[in-house]
């Protein structure tokens, strides 16, 4: 089946700077979708992205759909301590059975120093 | 303006009982997903379904796990005789389904349901 590989799986950083973190997936992917998941609590939908070479903002955030339809990556600037949590990358395959499932990322775990 | 809803939030059972999972999808939504999660870990798909069907029920196991939709009322995911490892989050997501354009791949997530196996 297809596989995410999310990277970083963890960052800490200052208050204010930039992160950037990506996914990359051994097969072709029609839909990414970006997530983030507080504890105890179930994903928020963050951004969606349906065509390659896509690059869509959602106030600090920035996503971009990869060329190549395997992979993209996740930008948060200025961050700010309610930034923190995990971020979830998940993806629809192109065709075929099961596309109507999200395979997901391991997750990027986002700690904000103050 | 209501998102998925799921209870109870958190179940504890014993050894060999059952547990039952609720979820209410969004308003206007016909799609329902189901998918597990394991600390440290991202979600995993069990099962898709819409309105009386099983549309795709390849990430759950075949034994003791069954899902289903009705007509009327949520969706239900039960397990039964229960053991260690089905300790988990399970969490349902929703979607409009073909008629909402794009929005059909977007799914949209409830709380989620701790289960604790004793």
């Known amino acids: 089946g297809q596989q995410l590989n999310q990277s970083p799986q963890s960052m800490f950083i200052q208050e204010g700077e930039d992160v950037s973190m990506n996914c990359t997936s051994s097969?072709?992917?029609?839909?990414w979708l970006w997530y983030k998941q507080e504890p105890g609590e179930g994903p928020v939908l963050l951004i969606a992205l349906y065509k390659a070479g896509e690059l869509t903002s959602n106030g600090r955030l920035t996503a971009q759909f990869g060329i190549t339809r395997k992979d993209s990556f996740l930008n948060i600037s200025a961050s700010i301590p309610s930034d923190v949590g995990i971020y979830f990358c998940?993806?629809?395959?192109?065709?075929?059975?099961?596309?109507?499932?999200?395979?997901f990322g391991k997750g990027t775990k986002l700690s904000v120093i103050p | 303006n209501a998102g998925v809803m799921q209870n109870p939030r958190h179940l504890v059972r014993r050894r060999g009982q059952e547990a039952r999972l609720r979820c209410s999808p969004m308003?206007?939504?016909?799609?329902v997903y189901w998918y597990r999660q394991l600390p440290e870990e991202g979600l995993k798909f069990m099962v898709y379904?819409?309105?009386?069907?099983?549309?795709?029920e390849s990430g759950m196991p075949k034994e003791r796990f069954s899902a289903e939709f009705p007509k009327e009322g949520p969706s239900i995911l039960r397990i039964q005789q229960v053991v260690r490892g089905d300790s988990a989050a399970y969490f349902c997501?929703?979607?409009?389904?073909?008629?909402?354009?794009?929005?059909?791949?977007?799914?949209?997530f409830g709380p989620g349901t701790r289960l604790t196996v004793l």
């Open positions: 998940a993806g629809r395959p192109y065709s075929g059975a099961g596309s109507y499932q999200l395979t």
């Open positions: 308003k206007g939504h016909s799609h």
């Open positions: 997501a929703s979607s409009p389904g073909l008629a909402g354009g794009h929005s059909y791949n977007e799914q949209f």
């Open positions: 097969s072709i992917f029609n839909t």
């Open positions: 379904l819409q309105k009386e069907n099983i549309i795709d």
